[in-house]
């Protein structure tokens, strides 16, 4: 390596982060190992001292100093470091030296069963011990210039020395014992030399394990530096460590003599949507009790509503006091608490009787103050459930409400690079820019996962890198690096490999809703273009109305339309959630609402297709379906982008339907029209249905089919041309069976004029 490659490498040691290294590892190591495999032995030395500093796991470690020793077996900084991991495994050397009692007491045979012992360890410690020392004395040739490594490692091996010295000694009193005890009685000077050496051997493993004992090892980590081991959750932390101090004051106090009427409440109500950490925190809120010496245990009983609530009178209150008597000198914590009584329940549901047996123990002379009830769930539910239930509310001080907030995107991503190195995975940049994407596309609503939804994408990329075949990059990479392609989902099929144009463009007709959609798709890339460069954009009507006649393609449009409004970045997720007038209308006020809402939260990110949507409106004052329609235009605008609504069905009805909201009307600028498709494209669209299942129609069927659709257009149109060709399969499979010869192969694929015909006779008495 010429000077300048000298200087280089010199400057990316020592400016590149552990990251930077990463990526620059991957992307150069094939030309690093042809031509200067030296120096990229030292760029990975480098870079798992970095990966040191990071608490990496040190086995993780060590498999990347041994690739550098593969690449450059004579490289000293591997060397020595690997030596350095090596000399931790040592430790496990004499945990075989366990040698039972030997008592005076003990008769003859259990003599001879416990000497037996004896010897099975000496000779199997033996096989290992020489082989040991010659690699230990091997080894400290390597830190001849490190005084700290050199003194360790000459102490080894005399350690070592002494206690194989010891062992063949004990081997030499055993055999001894052996052949006196075969010509006299039991010698008990005999007995008590083989004990000393026993004590001396015991003792000398004694002193080769303290060399190994990590003082940090014995140090555990209180509840509070797991606290802020914790990423994010900034005022969840000091309000906490606040909690803390005040419980310490309070004990405090009460060594120092002084009462306090009113003991502390250590009930918490915690708040936060999935995945923020309500399990984690409730935890280690029980383990500070613990070690504040507040409560006599650190478990927590953890419950739900189907554990506490029962089918039968009686049954729940039995297994309140139950639960509650698991968790006494501890902490219960309830989930989802309020799912106990959930809105609108009545007749033979017990949740109220769970809440008004568990607020009667927490204030009993048997179990109050003896434990300590954290309840947790969404925030939004969780101030409804306190609100309605003043009893329990009055149970949790203000302060001692803790609402834990979403984590950042900074943050999710942090907590992403935990998850995969607790795996042994490190995550390159592209890796982490694909991470970032995926978690954007689930944050769409409340039910987002948090730090549960990152941890099941790692484990996703991670499941996909496994089944994947080896790929041509090294193993070292391809066992522990997760890049982009890892977090990439595979196409299923030929037709998910589409775009969504060519989606678009495949199908049949449409050439006005085709030209329509490409326009207005190409106006809002052009409007988010603006946008991200600071200039003046138009604003984007996403809600649209698709009119049409039944089967002229308007929810396979729809669907089309979500993904590319996903494509250009408008949509999260770009998925079609298609309802009609019974998926939204209930049978009494305010249900249907809920059914309406509960639809829409499950089209966030994606498109909520309305068919028939003008069924909604009528004229009719106890029908709901202006409920629907007020529910709709308020939800449209609590999440903006995040919903795009398309209504669909006949222009005229639909108008109607417009116009009986003026919200509704002002928030839908955006019209399809789909024109009924002409016999020519019916007859297309046959033609690819069939082909879908490998049939196709011969010249005759065609010829029938121009003929009977010039004079009569059936309704139903795309949807009746595909219902044609799969009674047509029917017809065929029919009249083929009936013959008695054995069947043509190239017969079994052909649709005929009499299987067409026989189709549409069936079809039209139908219609």
């Known amino acids: 390596m010429n000077k300048m490659n000298s200087s280089k490498a010199e400057q990316i040691k020592k400016t590149y982060s552990e990251q930077e290294m990463l990526d620059y590892l991957i992307s150069n190591y094939d030309q690093l190992k042809s031509e200067q495999p030296k120096y990229l032995a030292d760029l990975i030395v480098s870079f798992t001292n970095q990966l040191l500093n990071t608490g990496m796991n040190q086995q993780f470690i060590k498999r990347w100093l041994e690739h550098a020793l593969k690449i450059d077996p004579k490289n000293k900084p591997a060397l020595s470091s690997l030596s350095t991991y090596r000399l931790q495994e040592k430790r496990q050397l004499t945990n075989s030296l366990v040698f039972p009692p030997l008592r005076e007491s003990d008769n003859r045979s259990q003599r001879q069963s416990t000497l037996l012992k004896y010897r099975q360890v000496c000779e199997s410690f033996l096989l290992l011990a020489d082989e040991e020392l010659q690699q230990l004395q091997h080894e400290l040739l390597l830190f001849k ?4 490594m050199k003194k360790t490692y000459d102490d080894l091996i005399e350690v070592l020395e002494k206690i194989i010295e010891e062992i063949v ?21 005999q007995v008590e030399q083989i004990q000393e050496t026993v004590t001396t051997i015991t003792e000398l493993k004694n002193r080769w394990i303290n060399y190994f004992v990590d003082p940090a090892e014995d140090q555990e980590t209180t509840a509070l530096q797991q606290l802020n081991e914790m990423i994010g959750l900034t005022d969840v932390k000091r309000r906490i460590e606040n909690f803390y101090r005040y419980l310490k004051f309070q004990k405090s106090r009460k060594e120092f003599g002084l009462q306090t009427k009113d ?7 915690l708040l936060g949507n999935p995945g923020t950490g309500k399990t984690t925190i409730a935890r280690l809120l029980a383990k500070i009790y613990h070690e504040l010496g507040v409560l006599p245990s650190e478990e927590v009983i953890e419950t739900n509503r189907s554990q506490l609530v029962g089918s039968f009178v009686g049954q729940t209150e039995e297994n309140v006091r139950m639960i509650v008597e698991k968790a006494l000198g501890g902490v219960l914590f309830i989930d989802e608490a309020y799912s106990l009584k959930r809105t609108g329940q009545s007749g033979n549901d017990y949740g109220q009787t769970a809440i008004d047996t568990l607020v009667s123990l927490m204030t009993s002379k048997e179990y109050g103050g003896k434990f300590s009830v954290i309840l947790a769930g969404y925030p939004e539910e969780m101030r409804q459930f306190l609100d309605a239930n003043t009893g ?16 950042s995107l900074e943050e999710l991503l942090e907590i992403g690079q935990k998850i995969a190195r607790s795996n042994d995975f490190l995550l390159t940049t592209k890796a982490k820019k694909s991470l970032a994407y995926l978690i954007e596309q689930e944050q769409v609503d409340q039910t987002f996962g948090n730090a549960r939804a990152v941890h099941n994408l790692i484990m996703q990329a991670i499941f996909q890198k496994g089944f994947q075949k080896q790929s041509t990059q090294p193993e070292i990479f391809f066992y522990t ?3 982009e392609n890892d977090f990439k989902k595979p196409a299923k099929n030929e037709q998910d490999s589409l775009s969504p144009i060519e989606k678009l463009n495949k199908l049949v007709g449409l050439k006005e809703v085709k030209d329509a959609v490409q326009t207005y798709i190409s106006f809002v890339k052009m409007q988010t273009l603006r946008r991200e460069h600071n200039y003046p954009s138009v604003p984007i009507q996403l809600h649209s109305v698709f009119t049409g006649n039944p089967g002229t393609g308007k929810t396979t449009v729809a669907k089309i339309y979500a993904e590319l409004l996903k494509e250009c970045g408008m949509l999260k997720r770009g998925h079609l959630v298609v309802v009609g007038r019974a998926d939204l209308i209930a049978g009494y006020v305010g249900q249907s609402a ?10 966030l990110g994606g498109v909520l297709f309305i068919d028939e949507a003008y069924s909604l409106f009528r004229e009719n004052n106890q029908d709901y379906g202006k409920e629907v329609v007020d529910t709709i235009v308020d939800e449209m605008t609590k999440h903006g982008e995040n919903l795009v609504i398309i209504l669909a069905g006949y222009p005229n009805e639909m108008e109607q339907l417009l116009e009986s909201n003026p919200g509704l009307k002002s928030r839908f600028k955006k019209f399809f029209h789909f ?13 690819l249905f069939a082909k879908s299942y490998a049939y196709e ?13 010039s004079i009569k257009k059936p309704k139903g149109n795309g949807r009746f041309a595909e219902n044609l060709i799969h009674e047509a399969i029917q017809q065929q499979s029919l009249r083929l069976m009936k013959t008695d010869h054995t069947l043509d192969l190239a017969c079994v694929n052909r649709l005929t004029k009499e299987d067409i015909n026989a189709a549409f006779q069936i079809l039209l008495k139908g219609e």
């Not at 003991?263 to 109500?269: H, V």
């Not at 949790?396 to 907030?405: A, D, G, K, R, T």
């Not at 059914?595 to 939260?601: L, M, V, Y």
């Not at 024109?675 to 046959?686: G, H």
């Open 392 to 407: 329990l509310r009055s149970r949790f001080p203000q302060s001692n409400i803790i609402e834990l907030p979403d984590y």
């Open 594 to 603: 809920l059914k309406t809402k509960k639809k829409i939260q499950e089209a």
């Open 697 to 709: 129609l011969d010249k005759d069927a065609v010829q029938l089919l121009q003929h009977e659709l």
């Open 169 to 189: 000694q004990l081997q030499k009193r055993l055999n001894d014992f052996d052949e006196l005890s075969g010509r006299t009685f039991y010698n008990v000077n």
């Open 263 to 269: 003991e502390p409440s250590l009930n918490m109500i």
């Open 675 to 687: 024109e009924d498709y002409s016999a020519e494209e019916l007859i297309a669209i046959m033609k």
């Open 481 to 483: 690096v997760l890049d």
């Open 145 to 148: 210039d490190n005084e700290q």
